[in-house]
Every structure is written in C-alpha cells, then in structure tokens.
C-alpha cells in the first residue's frame, strides 16, 4: 500500500538547522508531488513547500522561502526537508504528505501522511 | 492567497446525532476542496476531496456538499470514533495550499 515512513523525532538549539527524511513505497515515486506540512503544538496545519520528485521543482510559502529547502532521492524514494535558522516557535510536528500525479489537474489533495516528526528547538 | 475559515471552532454534538461542520473559502475553490479527520497524536486522515467524494475506505455517514465559497462536512451518525478535530484545504490556488484552522468536535 501507499506509505510514507518519516525519520525519527529531533531536537536542536535556536539557530541551528535540521534536515528530516520521509521514505516513500507502493506506488511511482516520480510521478507524484510530495507537500511539507507543519502543526505547532496545539495548533492547526501550515502548508511550508512542495516538491516535484520527478522533476525537482519545488515552491514554498513565502513564511518559510529562505528558510527551508525541499529535496528528493529517486534512487531511494526518500524525500527530504531541511529548515535553517530554527527558533523555539519552530517547535512543532513535521509531516509529509502525497500529493497530486502530475498532468492530472486538480488533484492536490494530501493522501497519504506520514506519521510526523516532532522537531523541538530549545536552547 | 485563499483564506479558509472553519465554523464553529468547537461543536458538541451526542452519539447517534448528525453534526454538521462548515468552511468558508475567501475567494472561489470550485470544487477543489478536501477534508481530513485529526486524532490526537496522529496524522491527518483524508476524508473528502473535490468537495463531495469519499476518500477511499471512509464510511458513508461521512459526506461533503458545496462549491465555490462555501462547504459543508456532514456526519449523518457520529460514532464514538468520529469525535476529532476536521480541517478543510483548498487546492485550486496555490502557492500556498491553505487550510482552514480546525472544528474540535466534542462528544456533548
């Protein structure tokens, strides 16, 4: 079945940065766009990037562009998150998610999630 | 930028009742609209896309209605699984994707 496999959780001190991996299975890894999504503690889903895996194209939010950058592997099917510059109001769960198949218009709903990765920036 | 709002914040409803659960887009989403349940501790699960089709394995008590500026999610039955926070996204513009902040749906 479809899957998306994070790594595990991470901590850090405020400036420093941290690159997360979220593994990919069950179906063509290229033909897919990957969604970057964060959830501070209590709070709702921010949208950060996507990734084109296929073809390497990316596009973020502006909160985060100079803050985060989005790559893949398609030798592994893994995709990758690396934010910068981190803070404490960084602190929140990391997930990845599928999105649409490219040339299908309109299909950019997230399907599957992985399970999310806590990242806590404290000093 | 699309901006989604979700109301109410928080609905109390009873088991065996039907709740109904709203979202609002600042500028027309057609159709391209999704739904996921939230479970404390996991991951957004998606119920609904394009507005009105289950995903795949959501029970039928779970359907969605709406284009345009307004969307509806209903729970015609709501089982004791059901009680989570739901959000709403959009897709049809972007960047960004935006999603709306949440309905916490209470047992009452």
């Known amino acids: 079945q479809v899957q998306l496999v994070q790594s595990g959780a991470e901590v850090r001190k405020p400036g420093a940065s941290v690159k997360i991996s979220c593994k990919a299975s069950?179906?063509?890894?290229?033909?897919?766009?990957i969604h970057w999504v964060r959830q501070a503690p209590g709070q709702g889903l921010q949208w950060m990037g996507v990734?084109?895996?296929?073809?390497?194209?990316?596009g973020y939010a502006k909160n985060f562009q100079g803050r985060v950058t989005l790559a893949s592997d398609t030798s592994t099917s893994s995709l990758y998150m690396e934010l910068s510059s981190l803070r404490p109001e960084d602190t929140a769960i990391y997930y990845c998610?599928?999105?649409?198949?490219?040339?299908?218009?309109?299909?950019?709903?997230?399907?599957?999630w992985g399970q999310g990765i806590l990242v806590t920036v404290s000093s | 930028e699309i901006l989604m709002t979700q109301s109410p914040a928080t609905l109390s409803v009873s088991p065996g009742e039907r709740a109904t659960l709203f979202c609002r887009a600042s500028?027309?989403?057609?159709?391209?609209l999704a739904w996921y349940q939230q479970k404390p501790g996991q991951a957004p699960r998606l119920l609904i896309y394009?507005?009105?089709i289950r995903a795949t394995g959501i029970p039928a008590r779970f359907s969605g209605s709406g284009s345009g500026t307004e969307f509806t999610l209903t729970i015609s039955t709501l089982q004791s699984e059901d009680f989570a926070v739901y959000y709403c996204q959009q897709y049809s513009s972007w960047p960004p994707f935006t999603f709306g902040q949440g309905t916490k749906l209470e047992i009452k």
């Open positions: 500028q027309s989403a057609s159709s391209n």
């Open positions: 990734l084109n895996p296929g073809g390497g194209g990316t």
């Open positions: 394009g507005a009105s």
């Open positions: 069950g179906y063509n890894f290229t033909n897919y766009y």
């Open positions: 998610a599928r999105g649409g198949e490219h040339g299908v218009a309109d299909s950019n709903w997230f399907d599957p």
